[in-house]
DNA sequence: TTGTACGCGTTATCAA
DNA sequence: TTGATAACGCGTACAA
């Protein structure tokens, strides 16, 4: 192993001094420049991680820790894990990886001996044991809307996806739609969202949950229909309800988009899967990790100078996809029943 | 932070008293112990991992290359990845995740400056720039079958899946099979494990390479008809085929498996989705990663003790489900042509 | 502009 | 059984 003390006896100067040509933290001669850099070129040279680590009093390393069963969202899970180790070598640091499965325990370990220098919990609730941990830490939760003091937060903005699809929908010149929820796991900001603007926009509609199942969509479907026989546009906030939805439709004779427009509330790789393909609203799943970096960044810089890091929480505008399953009311194949 | 200086000071003791106290590598009288553990207790403290690294020269963290897009296989990657930190954490490692964007620098980087102990490599193939950089490091590659000098690796056993294949169909009396082959990937092994098989078990069989598109599949199907009306099981490999296929048999009225069987080589999550569940063949995804751990920590424990490691080449066995699509010949709806 | 000296927290070695 | 002391490799305040 080449060292800085190696460097220096081969350029015939002090190890110090190789270490600020190294760092550039110090004005150096152009000639004493010149010899350090071709005797670390000559040697191979390159600075030892653990012993720079040691004097610098920081890692640079985050620790991510992540839900060691993710049923169903492995994609969404994988690009969190990809953005943030992308995002976190953009600011020079390298990301270690922690399954929850170690429980607390895992965090403890990490943030108690140095070993990174923050972390980045992607399945942390407010009130989580291993949340209390992480306040003597600096540390950012992903997928909390909450502000749990001590911590910065990212998420969704499930409150402006559902704001969109009522803004889509009432722009297409929509006037009344129904609304499926996941029964299962109700985001009630989203609803909350849609129902919002839709009030705004003078959009009437039904909100209806529904389980992941066809039967619970088609008794759902039905109902709609009965109550609300104008309904021209669905919005599906349950992934498991979109396919029998766009079944349903079929075969009671209606054609997407020009009986009925549907928008959901998935990634937009289910949308795309679908036929036809759907429009879509999705929160930009790698943003997340990437923001979660920039604000833990943030944070330890701001720790590193000795400052109190400022407590943020950042909520990502949603993305609307338009595709092949919404279309303007004028242009429907049959009169709009009012 | 508290230091093991601050321990011995407290306990009265020196400080490599303490350390000794805390590896267990050295008999420690009881009254000593007592006074440390106490020390230890009271000012809570806990090694520092960067001095410890330092000093051991160890850093106990591998670094796990994984490939930056993976269109379709999240899941697995998932698998492979969680598998891996767990086995680290059981081998007392941490795992530091390199996305392969960073090409054969992050790898240098990582290896070159003793970050990580060893590494663990997704998506390298022999003659890849990075494989080559790892000779100086203790690497293992996951999903090679070749045994690159310097390295380990491990794979699933493509061979033996198509084997498993031969075998399970000619277990149930079938004598006249279909492998229906990925044209765009095709794993020359596995078709070659199976024929070998299907010839030593007197199997009669056609061998057709297939898009993963509908239309492919049902050009594919209609000559496999015309050619072999005889068949009785088809052996699938590619994934993109299994919907069509099934569909295909439905809409030429063979119900499955009563008129046909089927056995598809993929993952267990697609297997189970489809209406009838499939019999299917698929390597073990956790394994491979638990695997390349033990792999990489056996060669590690080797070079620490000055000895040299041994290039290790596993193979792993695939497995069996069987499932609702497979069934006896005997108990076919239709008389076997012949 | 450059060099000296010390600290970081742990472990190994040698001495007691 | 225990204790001093010296690395480990690098960063940086301080001195020159």
Not at 53 to 68: D, F, G, H, K, T
């Amino acid at each position: 192993m080449v060292t800085l003390a190696d460097v220096a006896r081969r350029a015939g100067v002090s190890s110090s001094t190789v270490s600020y040509v190294l760092s550039g933290k110090r004005t150096i001669s152009e000639e004493t420049r010149r010899r350090v850099e071709r005797a670390v070129a000559e040697l191979g040279y390159h600075p030892h991680a653990r012993a720079r680590a040691l004097a610098a009093r920081r890692s640079y390393i985050l620790a991510l820790v992540v839900p060691l069963r993710v049923g169903g969202y492995e994609p969404v899970m994988m690009e969190v894990v990809t953005s943030v180790t992308v995002a976190a070598r953009q600011y020079g640091y390298d990301v270690l990886l922690i399954t929850n499965d170690e429980g607390p325990e895992g965090l403890r370990r990490v943030a108690v001996s140095g070993l990174a220098d923050g972390v980045v919990l992607m399945d942390g609730a407010p009130g989580d044991e291993r949340v209390e941990l992480l306040r003597d830490t600096q540390a950012v939760l992903i997928g909390v809307s909450g502000d749990p003091r001590g911590l910065s937060c990212v998420d969704h903005d499930f409150a402006a996806a559902g704001a969109v699809c009522a803004d889509h929908l009432a722009d297409l010149g929509h006037a009344e739609v129904a609304f499926i929820a996941d029964a299962a796991a109700p985001h009630d900001r989203t609803l909350a969202g849609f129902r919002d603007r839709a009030r705004e926009r003078g959009l009437r509609f039904v909100h209806r949950p529904c389980d992941r199942t066809y039967e619970s969509t088609a008794g759902t479907f039905t109902r709609i229909m009965a109550d609300r026989p104008g309904t021209t546009a669905f919005v599906v906030q349950n992934e498991g309800a979109i396919g029998p939805l766009l079944g349903l439709l079929r075969t009671s004779g209606r054609t997407v988009p020009e009986d009925a427009s549907v928008v959901a509330l998935c990634p937009d790789r289910v949308a795309g899967r679908h036929t036809p393909r759907l429009t879509s609203v999705a929160g930009p799943t790698a943003d997340l990790g990437r923001v979660a970096v920039e604000l833990l960044v943030r944070r330890l810089t701001a720790a590193a100078r000795g400052e109190e890091p400022v407590d943020e929480l950042v909520l990502l505008d949603p993305v609307l996809t338009v595709r092949e399953s919404t279309g303007p009311v004028d242009g429907m194949r049959f009169a709009v029943q009012t």
